[in-house]
């Protein structure tokens, strides 16, 4: 018997979020509803992955060219969705993945300029047509974002970007849940980290009830 597909599911959101906790609280529900759940993350989730998320996150590499930049993330994300991705999906698993491709358009798009257009060109190339079936914004205003990070402790390459960068990655991100409200669920990070999880665990339950059927 083949198994019913899997569902993708994909976290985003600007630095501070929360994502890494809300993250854990949405697996362990999925597992508690007996769905075989799957972490992964971006850039990462294979080994080439997170050699590129080494490269890309190292504040002592400060040449990278926007476009590199650009064309690392969509290299370790190829590599994600043909090793880990698709055969999770296929196999009947939900994959929870920190991070997908609306983080290009919000961070190499709107952080740093670069034309949509090519970045979907570099879509239909990476993912194969892949989407997710839902994803959860985490929104948070920049500055709250800050204070979170700045309490972390040591800034990678890109959380040392200015403020107008991440406002630039902000509203790029709402412009997107705004164009696909079916696909997006807009969370208010600033919320308890309690009632952010009561949120997503309401949207993951109408993907649960839609599959099914």
């Known amino acids: ?22 993250l854990a609280g949405l697996l362990a529900h999925l597992r508690q509803r007996g769905i075989d759940a799957l972490q992964t993350r971006e850039p ?16 002592s590499l400060r040449g990278i060219t926007v476009q590199a930049e650009l064309l690392l993330m969509f290299t370790a994300r190829a590599q994600l969705v043909r090793e880990v991705l698709r055969p999770a999906l296929a196999a009947g698993r939900w994959v929870v993945c ?20 090519l970045i979907a060109q570099l879509e239909a190339i990476a993912t194969d047509g892949l989407r997710p079936d839902l994803t959860l914004l985490l929104d948070l ?39 696909e409200p079916r696909r997006f669920r807009v ?17 993951i339950e109408e993907l649960r009830k839609d599959a099914e059927g």
């Open 98 to 117: 920190d991070r997908f491709t609306d983080a290009s358009y919000a961070y190499q798009g709107g952080g740093r300029g670069l034309d949509p257009a």
């Open 44 to 59: 990462g989730g294979t080994a080439l992955g997170e050699a590129v998320r080494g490269l890309v996150l190292d504040p």
């Open 187 to 203: 969370l208010d990070a600033s919320q308890p980290v309690h009632a952010v999880l009561t949120d997503a665990i309401a949207a």
């Open 1 to 22: 018997m083949i198994p019913a597909r899997g569902r993708l599911i994909t976290l985003e959101g600007g630095e501070g979020a929360g994502k890494s906790t809300l």
């Open 141 to 179: 205003p920049v500055e709250r974002g800050r204070e979170r990070t700045h309490v972390r402790g040591d800034a990678d390459r890109i959380e040392r970007e200015d403020d107008g960068f991440f406002e630039r990655v902000r509203a790029v991100y709402l412009a997107r849940a705004a164009a």
